[in-house]
Every structure is written in structure tokens, then in C-alpha cells.
């Protein structure tokens, strides 16, 4: 019996899932929400309570972390909502390549070259100028179900 190998099949991946289930009712402002398949960031809840044996609804509006656009959705309270895994990860900036990718410095000491220049016009003015003054910038990265987007810049000094 001992001798036998054991086959698992498992479609998750190892266990990290995109998203997890919650409650419609306890998700608050500034709190995350899938809707329509994207990350969102809530900006406002509502909740009316209806008739005699309907649910009491949740009515949210949220702005998507990636693009900016903003998306609405109304849910009973009881049920769940997918709300997404956003991690903020900083990275150092090493350098901006020509077809529009940034290289990052990771905490290990590897290279991060996978990543695009930010879209928000204000983000893209403060990493290129930054890096073409020769600072030393520091990029918060945004990722959340398959996604990541730069949405923040630090500097941290000039280079010596």
C-alpha cells in the first residue's frame, strides 16, 4: 500500500489565488472589489434595505487600480464579492529602456525587466525627468490578479 504513488490533480496554483471571497456587506470604502473582472479600489458603498422579502443591497462604486475608469456594481449584501490579493512592492530604477520598459532593481539583487513605463502622463514626466537628472528613484509597483502597473515614484538622493 506504501508503495504506491499518489497522483494529485490540482488546477490552483500552489494555492495563490487571484482573488478571495467576501462578504458584500463588510467591504468598506478604500477597501478592494472585483467587478466586471477587474481590480478595483472602492470609492463609495451604499446600502438600502428593500422590501418585505428582498435583500438588502450594496451598491458600489470603485475606480480600477490599472486604468482609472470608474466601474459600478450593486450586490446583496449576503452575498460574497471577489475582492483581489493587491500587493505594493518597491523597486529601485535602474534604468529606462528605448522601447518603453523600465529595468528594476529587486530586493534579492535581480533585475525586473518586464515592466512598462507608467501611462498616467504626470507618473511618466517624474520617472523620466528623475532618472535623466540622475537621481536616484525609487518605483512603487501595483499587482493584482495577473496585472502590475508602476503607480508611484520616490527619489531617494542623486547618484554619487
Do not use: W
Not at 450586490?75 to 520598459?101: A, K
Amino acid at each position: 500500500m506504501s508503495d504506491e504513488e499518489h497522483h494529485f490533480e490540482s488546477k490552483a496554483d500552489a494555492g495563490a489565488s487571484k482573488t478571495y471571497p467576501q462578504q458584500a456587506g463588510t467591504i468598506r470604502k478604500n477597501g478592494y472589489i472585483v467587478i466586471k473582472g477587474r481590480p478595483c479600489k472602492v470609492v463609495e458603498v451604499s446600502t438600502s434595505k428593500t422590501g418585505k422579502h428582498g435583500h438588502a443591497k450594496c451598491h458600489f462604486v470603485a475606480i480600477d487600480i490599472f486604468n482609472g475608469k470608474k466601474l459600478e456594481d450593486i450586490v446583496p449584501s449576503s452575498h460574497n464579492c471577489d475582492v483581489p490579493h493587491v500587493n505594493r512592492t518597491d523597486y529601485q530604477l535602474i534604468d529606462i529602456s528605448e522601447d518603453g520598459f523600465v529595468s528594476l532593481l529587486t530586493e534579492s539583487g535581480n533585475t525586473k525587466d518586464d515592466l512598462r513605463l507608467p501611462t498616467d502622463e504626470n507618473l511618466l514626466k517624474q520617472v523620466k525627468d528623475g532618472f535623466q537628472e540622475g537621481k536616484d528613484l525609487v518605483v512603487s509597483v501595483m499587482s493584482a490578479m495577473g496585472e502590475e502597473q508602476i503607480n508611484a515614484v520616490k527619489d531617494i538622493g542623486t547618484k554619487n
